[in-house]
């Protein structure tokens, strides 16, 4: 079975440009999840859908950040404009049923330099 | 709140030696607990999940980990450290009610030959 599909798997751009990350979750679940991954502040988790709903996006940074889910095999995270700050691996993961049984399956991330 | 401390942000070990990654959890709640594996440039992939069943579980490729609440802990072992085992290791904690996952900082695990 495909995992949690991601691209582009690394992405150079330049500040004020605009950045489009893609995920593919695995088939037949309801969860998705958007995480960035920094050095400096590990793994944040930045926003997350239950069956193609945003339910909690109070972790994206700014007003720059947007995610949609139009629907179950595909999300996107944008980022417009982009700044070096948003420099960071992004990764998208999926999990069925509750999300409480800590279950995600991960990409395998979409490493962004913002220069 | 919840969150996760894990003690170490680098532990290095001898091929065929024991490991252990320390990991202390806070938590309002009955938590549930996992550990999570991250190998270079790879997403992360669950290793092992407590959730109030048995307090030592078992996981894959060796691993165990012990939840003893009343110490906070949740330490992950193996008893014979492998090469492919070099890896970023996350602990991870969640809350009925919480949001979502919350992440530990992370151990990095090396590997001597």
């Known amino acids: 079975d495909a995992g949690v599909i991601q691209s582009p798997r690394h992405e150079v751009t330049e500040m004020g440009q605009e950045v489009t990350l893609r995920c593919k979750p695995i088939?037949?679940?309801?969860?998705l999840f958007w995480y960035r991954q920094t050095m400096m502040r590990g793994l944040e988790l930045l926003i997350y859908?239950?069956?193609?709903?945003?339910?909690?996006d109070s972790g994206m940074p700014e007003d720059r950040f947007s995610a949609k889910m139009p629907n179950a095999s595909f999300s996107t995270l944008k980022i417009q404009p982009s700044e070096p700050r948003d420099s960071a691996v992004y990764f998208c993961?999926?999990?069925?049923?509750?999300?409480?049984?800590?279950?995600?399956?991960f990409g395998e991330g979409s490493r962004l330099t913002v220069l | 709140a919840q969150s996760v401390t894990q003690l170490d942000s680098h532990v290095s070990v001898s091929e065929g030696t024991p490991v252990l990654l320390r990991c202390n959890y806070s938590?309002?709640?009955?938590?549930?607990l996992f550990w999570y594996v991250q190998h270079p440039n790879k997403g992360l992939q669950l290793l092992l999940k407590?959730?109030?069943?048995?307090?030592l579980v078992k996981g894959i490729n060796g691993f165990e980990a012990e939840f003893k609440k009343s110490e906070t802990s949740f330490h992950l072992t193996k008893p014979s450290a492998h090469m492919s085992d070099a890896a970023e290791y996350f602990c991870?904690?969640?809350?009925?009610?919480?949001?979502?996952?919350?992440f530990g900082s992370g151990t990095r695990l090396q590997v001597q030959p």
């Open positions: 993961a999926s999990s069925r049923g509750s999300i409480w049984n800590g279950e995600l399956f």
């Open positions: 088939s037949g679940h309801d969860y």
């Open positions: 859908f239950n069956n193609n709903v945003p339910i909690d």
């Open positions: 938590s309002s709640y009955s938590p549930s």
């Open positions: 407590y959730t109030s069943a048995a307090t």
């Open positions: 991870v904690v969640s809350d009925a009610g919480r949001r979502a996952l919350t």
